[in-house]
Structure formats: structure tokens, C-alpha cells
């Protein structure tokens, strides 16, 4: 098994800057890289204020916040980034852009690294077939935010050695997470429900079913869910949201997955939910406001 010390995270958005963070909270030095160059002090900003609201919360102590960001640094080029013992890619859910970023990184790495993908839908074997390491690369997907949330999914492709995998398991539960195993089916087990049952929200408020603040009131109280579905979607980001429906519609060719032609508006829209500042709710004023 690699013994992993030290970790990169390539794409500095909001999940790679929480996988950063929780990561570097487990002790491990990180080095955050982004095509973007100012992508980079925008997420240490962000991660900063993160640490600093679970310090306010007593989830961790002044002395572990400032050491989990002393062990983020930058990383100016992939070939700086390539050096770790772990590459995570976190970048945007799509496959042609993560497969162009495996190839351009690809080079630079050391025979031992492992590589590994954030995402939250695409094939795990598909994207290790743009690597020269197929049996070293995994899925390993984080759920949001990252820094809070306790599960990891962990996805085998179909080249996948059970080194890789163990080495994956050791080094998620080293970060105090629960991992869970699923197969290289497109969404894997956590979208593959959820995505689902939030475009089916969706269409309850294209055919007026009901409005944006009745059919998540309807599933925190009546379901005992956390946050409504149309809530829910806006955190994750409207466009992540089609992009898994696409790969499912696309992947198991069943129009069950079909997205909700309401998604698909939003989307063009450029409402894409809180990073946006307007999806489902607008979010420009003290308290979020449904937007229909």
C-alpha cells in the first residue's frame, strides 16, 4: 500500500476548497491548485472562514484551526502539484474537461502516485482511461461540504487494484470519515437516489403542483429531511444538479431520468443557485426569498 503524507487538490472551487480543508484538518499537508491562478487566495479565504465558524461552534480548537491552514499551501503549476503522494481532481462536473486535465497531468506525476476523482457521477473507468495508471486511480467523492459531512463514497473502476482501494479506505477514515463502497454505475448510490428525487421536485413545481415554499416545506416536515429538495439543489449548484441528470439519462438511457425542462431554463438562466446568488430562492437579501 502507498503511504500517503502528502495530498493535491487540482480545481480550488467550492469542493475542492472543502476536500482542502478537511484534508488538511486530518493532518495530511495539502497543496491546492487552480487553472484559474485567483481561484486559489479565494478559496484559502474561504477555507479560513470555514475553520473559523467550526471554532466558533467548539468543533475545533483555535490551535487546530491555525494548523490545518498552515498546511495548505499553493501549488503554481501541475508539475509542482503532480509531486504528491495523492492527486484528487475536483474539477467541474464534466467529463471532457476532467479527462483534458488528467492528460495535461498526467506527466508530471511519480510512479507512485495515486490519483483520484471527485466527481459525482462520471465513470470512474472511463476517467482512468486517460491516465497512464488505470489500476491506481479511484473515485473518491466527498460530499458537500466536505469539512462536515461524514460519508466518502469510494468507486473502483474496472482497472482498479485492490491496493488502491484499500490505500483509499485507510486514507478516508484517517480523515474520521465513513466510507461506502459503490460500483461503477453512473451517479454511483448517493446521486444516483437523490439527484433523482430532487428533479422530481422540480417537476412538482413546473406543473404547479405546488410552489418553491410549500414543496420543501412539504419534505423537511413530511419527510423529516433536513432541507427541501429545491433548497437542497441550490446548495449543490443548479448546474451540477443537470449535469448528473444528464449523466443518468445519458448512461441508462430510461426517461425516468429525463431533467425537468424547468432545470434546464434555470441553468441557461445563469441561476445556479447560492453561488450564484438566484435559483430556486434569491438569495440577495438578509434571508432567502422563493423565486416562484
Not at 495530511?28 to 479560513?48: G, K, M, N, T
Not at 466527481?119 to 486511480?137: G, H, K, M, N, Q
Request: charged content about 20%; some cysteine.
Amino acid at each position: 500500500m502507498t503511504t500517503i503524507r502528502t495530498v493535491a487538490i487540482i480545481g480550488a472551487g467550492q469542493m475542492g476548497s472543502g476536500i482542502a480543508q478537511a484534508i488538511a484538518t486530518g493532518g495530511y499537508s495539502v497543496a491546492l491548485y487552480d487553472a484559474v491562478a485567483e481561484r486559489v487566495p479565494q478559496a484559502q479565504a474561504a477555507i479560513a472562514a470555514s475553520l473559523a465558524r467550526q471554532v466558533g461552534r467548539g468543533l475545533l480548537d483555535t490551535a487546530a484551526a491555525d494548523a490545518a491552514q498552515s498546511r495548505i499551501t499553493v501549488a503554481s503549476s501541475l508539475a509542482e502539484a503532480g509531486k504528491a503522494d495523492l492527486v484528487i481532481e475536483a474539477a467541474v462536473e464534466d467529463e471532457a474537461v476532467k479527462k483534458a486535465l488528467l492528460a495535461e497531468l498526467v506527466p508530471h506525476l511519480t510512479p507512485q502516485t495515486l490519483l483520484a476523482s471527485n466527481t459525482s457521477s462520471i465513470s470512474i473507468t472511463r476517467l482512468a482511461s486517460a491516465t497512464d495508471r488505470p489500476e491506481r486511480f479511484i473515485g473518491l467523492h466527498f460530499m458537500k461540504p466536505a469539512p462536515v459531512m461524514k460519508l466518502v463514497e469510494i468507486i473502483r473502476g474496472i482497472a482498479t487494484s485492490a491496493a488502491t482501494y484499500e490505500t483509499a479506505v485507510a486514507f478516508a477514515e484517517s480523515l474520521g470519515k465513513t466510507t461506502t463502497h459503490a460500483e461503477d454505475f453512473p451517479a454511483f448510490i448517493v446521486n444516483r437516489i437523490l439527484v433523482p428525487m430532487i428533479n422530481e421536485a422540480i417537476y412538482v413545481l413546473y406543473e404547479g403542483v405546488g410552489n418553491v415554499a410549500s414543496i420543501d416545506k412539504a419534505l423537511t416536515l413530511g419527510a423529516n429531511h433536513p432541507m427541501g429538495p429545491l433548497e437542497l439543489a441550490d446548495f449543490m449548484g443548479l448546474d451540477v444538479v443537470l449535469a448528473i441528470m444528464n449523466v443518468l439519462y445519458d448512461g441508462l438511457a430510461d426517461s425516468k431520468y429525463r431533467p425537468c425542462p424547468l432545470l434546464v431554463k434555470y441553468v441557461e438562466a445563469g441561476w445556479l443557485g447560492r453561488k450564484s446568488g438566484r435559483g430556486f430562492y434569491d438569495y440577495s437579501g438578509d434571508a432567502p426569498v422563493p423565486t416562484r
